[in-house]
């Protein structure tokens, strides 16, 4: 089993453009996270899911959209970056509400010029 | 909402000595509280949890402390060793349950 898997690995946006993060996972979660980790600040909640079709706002929302229009996947826009989003950012997902072990992606490292 | 803090921010020990992170919650309706371990271009991985009903859990040579009226909460790694430098993110569910709050990180390094 690949786990979660986060595409692309690495990006350079310039300010203004528009990009989509893909996540996916092959376990059968019913909930997915979106987290943005920049240093001293740990992992902040950007948006989170907790089933197809739901998404609900985390700690940082603001300048980014997220869908799960199927149970695997979690996409995470950016409609128009700026140099604040550069970050690395982190998907997750977890099986149930129980409070239950996450997994995590790899990482985007992700550069806005 | 929840707000997690994290002590020390870095911390240096020698290999074979005793290693400990303690964190505090802010929430009295946490009540999980996982531990992470991320390792440097990879993505944070459970070590060691603990739930609310529990005051102490070990698993080899990590053991996690539950305090949930000082609503605070300790790592401790013994027998330190090289593969342990990594940074530790410790955190607590949120009120509702369905995400988690993280602490803001331990950069651990152990010195041969």
């Known amino acids: 089993n690949a786990g979660v898997t986060q595409t692309p690995k690495f990006r350079v946006l310039k300010t203004g453009q528009s990009m989509t993060l893909l996540c996916a996972q092959d376990?059968?979660?019913?909930?997915m996270y979106w987290y943005r980790q920049d240093p001293g600040m740990g992992l902040r909640l950007i948006h989170y899911?907790?089933?197809?079709?739901?998404?609900a706002k985390g700690e940082v929302p603001d300048g980014y959209n997220v869908s799960r229009l199927k149970k695997q996947n979690f996409l995470l826009g950016l409609e128009s970056a700026a140099p604040s989003q550069t970050s690395v950012y982190f998907c997750?997902?977890?099986?149930?509400?129980?409070?239950?072990?996450?997994?995590f992606g790899q990482g985007t490292r992700l550069t806005v010029v | 909402g929840e707000n997690v803090e994290q002590h020390p921010s870095t911390l240096s020990v020698q290999e074979g000595d005793s290693a400990v992170i303690k964190c505090t919650y802010s929430?009295?309706?946490?009540?999980?509280f996982p531990w992470y371990k991320q390792e440097l271009g990879k993505g944070p991985q459970l070590i060691i949890d603990?739930?609310?009903?529990?005051g102490e859990k070990k698993d080899q040579r990590i053991a996690v402390t539950l305090n949930k009226t000082a609503k605070h909460f300790s790592l401790h790694i013994t027998e330190t060793q090289p593969e342990d430098s990594a940074v530790y993110f410790c955190?607590?569910?949120?009120?509702?349950?369905?995400?988690?709050?993280f602490g803001p990180g331990t950069r651990l390094s152990v010195l041969p």
């Open positions: 955190a607590a569910s949120s009120p509702n349950g369905q995400n988690f709050v």
């Open positions: 899911s907790v089933g197809e079709g739901t998404t």
């Open positions: 997750a997902s977890s099986y149930s509400n129980r409070n239950t072990e996450a997994f």
């Open positions: 603990i739930r609310s009903n529990v």
């Open positions: 929430d009295s309706a946490s009540n999980y």
């Open positions: 376990m059968n979660h019913e909930y």
